[in-house]
DNA sequence: ATTAAAATGGAATTTTAATTCCAAAAGTGA
DNA sequence: TCACTTTTGGAATTAAAATTCCATTTTAAT
């Protein structure tokens, strides 16, 4: 015997993509039978529900019966309904695609070219744009922006990989006269002296956590000032705070990060406090 | 006695909404055991495999165990994992409109809501990403990591609006080991004597150009010592240094622009000399 | 109208996944 | 250090879903 496979679908001719799937569904809809048919029909018009449904519900909503779908799963090629779903979820897992092992990968295979490499980091970029945009909170963006617009002055705090963040705010504030306090975070010395109540404070910072700055933001809602906290997850330490929240999900390469998306969120809302106080 | 219920609280109080389902997992990370927190973080990165995965994958990839994802769901006010999966599915098909209608929600806020600012600069942020990838020159950023990686010691100058990049520079080096000097422009003092011939400079500037970063970049070049620009015009001051230029057109929203290109340019160029050195 | 082939619905079976349970390990406070 | 509680890992159990099977109906051809 020279070949032991043993379940694994040996002469696979399934689709491979949910592009091929559909281009074959239609190149084969007219030749299947009516029920078949109608499933197609159904699964043309609702592709998202394939991943997250079972053969019942889909069988239901289509109003056809389970073993019509497993027909129509293998007519398509696959061996059943499980093979089929799985297309449509590593599908949709492709949106967000795993760059960090990806990277990883590219890093191992030795010296790939600096091009590659941009390639990767503005892919990265505009994937975190995009994710960006669906996962904040408008409700969120607005009450920072209310707050901030209120404040007398408003504390810049975060370090390291957050400090491109802080020094772009800093930068606009400044240049928009917004009375503004780049906190510098150097020779550990935290001027958490400088915060007065009526004063906000915009706390931001990626795991790894920095102490100085959760603990400057912690003395700050001491203090009475108002928070917001520009982090990656909730479970981040400055939601204790009772801190606005503006989650920014970017992708790491290694250590290191496309800022795209939290630079973008971090200038909106420099800009919309400048244009509430008529600044600009 | 009325009701006499022990633990399988059919008054339900499980999280009806994914918003309210993260707010309750912020508040109560803190509070969990260790493996209970270690998959809390996990959702938290992940929010999006959990309508498409099993109990076994997540845990899985969690690197947790199937019955802490179970006490887990149940911590949370689930009766188990197929009711809290059965909440994040239904929220899975409204994720599934494309860009521009979420571009076009995000904008219906209201023209001077923050949301809809943030529109604009993904927006902006991503055509400059798409720009950047089309017009740099591979060549020249071989060249500028052939430059950089040769270098002693990588001096990093850019002011103003451009600091943002320059720090996030030092960090990355700093962070692979990569001498580096982040020259911090404040007090008008240049430390262009600290600049020895076998350096290079990384100059970042855009109009209108920063003075004091031209002239730290031409001491740096009458020293002898390779000159990297990261600039966006090829009429750009710093094309007179025989500088290699890295150009990068980013657009503006207003007066104010989405770094987004700049500094994945940027971050290329460091993780590069980084990997040139093995330093990563 | 008759018969063979194709298609269908629904129950029976198999497979896979969710959930519970419990013994072992890790903490905690006296 | 010792009893006591909490947490953990993994096997055992239960529940649910996928898949197959087959009797019945429909369709098509003569």
Redesign the pocket.
């Known amino acids: 015997m020279v070949d032991a496979k043993l ?1 694994p679908a040996p002469a696979d001719n399934a689709p491979q993509t949910t592009d091929a799937f559909f281009k074959r569904l239609g190149g084969q809809a007219e030749t ?7 499933f197609a029909e159904f699964i043309a018009a609702n592709p998202d529900r394939v991943a997250v ?5 889909l069988a239901d909503a289509a109003d ?8 129509f ?2 007519e398509m090629g696959f ?7 799985k297309l449509f979820r590593s599908d949709y897992s492709q949106k967000w695609p795993d760059y960090a092992t990806r990277l990883a990968k590219l890093r191992e295979h030795g010296a790939e070219s600096p091009s590659a490499l941009l390639a990767e980091f503005v892919e990265v970029g505009r994937a975190s744009l995009e994710n960006l945009m669906t996962n904040v909170d408008p409700a969120a963006l607005q009450q920072a922006v209310d707050v901030l617009s209120r404040a007398e002055t408003i504390h810049l705090v975060g370090f390291r990989r957050a400090f491109p963040v802080t020094s772009y705010l800093g930068y606009a504030f400044e240049k928009m006269g917004v009375p503004a306090i780049l906190h510098p975070g150097i020779a550990n010395i935290s001027m958490t002296h400088l915060i007065r109540p009526n004063d906000a404070v915009i706390a931001v910072t990626f795991t790894p956590y920095s102490e100085m700055t959760l603990d400057i933001a912690a003395k700050g809602r001491d203090i009475g000032a108002d928070i917001v906290a520009i982090t990656d997850v909730v479970t981040s330490p400055l939601a204790r705070l009772k801190a606005i929240q503006l989650l920014v999900a970017e992708l790491d390469v290694g250590d290191f990060r496309a800022l795209s998306a939290s630079l973008s969120l971090a200038i909106t809302l420099a800009v919309s406090v400048g244009a509430r106080k008529n600044l600009i």
């Open positions: 379940d299947l039978p009516k029920r078949l048919r109608q449904s079972t053969v019942a519900e056809v019966q389970p073993s019509a779908v497993m027909r799963c293998q061996s059943g309904f499980s093979q089929m779903q």
